[in-house]
């Protein structure tokens, strides 16, 4: 079988874009700055419709808003086109974020990314994302973790930064199985 190089580069291309996507929301969800901006490439737009700045200005007051107004997020992305020419993309992302807010209310916002993505030194960023909300829904509060215990050792903790258990390198074996209930 012979491999076609365009078709397994552009497959490539589709990931790393894919993953420049997924570095933005993960870096709002862990408050991680260096993290969310690296989806950028430096004075990228971003338009939010209520706001229109440079990445790096947006970046940093978007994760202050996080940390100071909300208790936890998800950003969660879904539905994704993307449509590549040369070293330019235009894509269309799905984006749901639920919010745990401080209030006693949780928030679940929905939209859609349309961003224009730029490859420079071989690497994908956003140059231009507009932010399109399509609405919010607000809900009392529940106790996510309710009946859940933590076993001693257990690592099933979530954080905001870098202490969350997705940071560790490599992730340790020191749990212990016989500590968990069987039934």
Known sequence: MTV???????LLDRQRIWECM???????????????????????????GARIALCEQFVE????FHRTGELRTQHIL???????DGDTAHTETYVRCFSVL???????????????????????GIVSRVSLPEGSIEAPAFDDRA?????????????????????????PLTRDPAN????
């Open 102 to 124: 401080p209030t006693g209310q949780n928030r679940l916002s929905f939209g859609r990314f349309v961003d224009r993505l730029e490859r420079r030194d071989r690497k994908w």
């Open 4 to 10: 076609n190089t365009t078709d397994l580069e552009e």
């Open 22 to 48: 997924l570095r933005y929301a993960r870096g709002m969800d862990r408050l991680d700055h260096a993290m969310a901006l690296s989806a950028y490439h430096p004075g990228a737009i971003e338009d939010h």
């Open 78 to 84: 879904s539905n994704h086109s993307c449509e590549i």
């Open 61 to 64: 007051d978007v994760l202050e």
């Open 147 to 171: 009946g859940m215990t933590d076993l001693p050792g257990s690592l099933g903790q979530s954080a905001r930064d870098q202490s969350d258990p997705s940071y560790l390198r490599p992730l």
């Open 180 to 183: 968990t209930p069987q039934g």
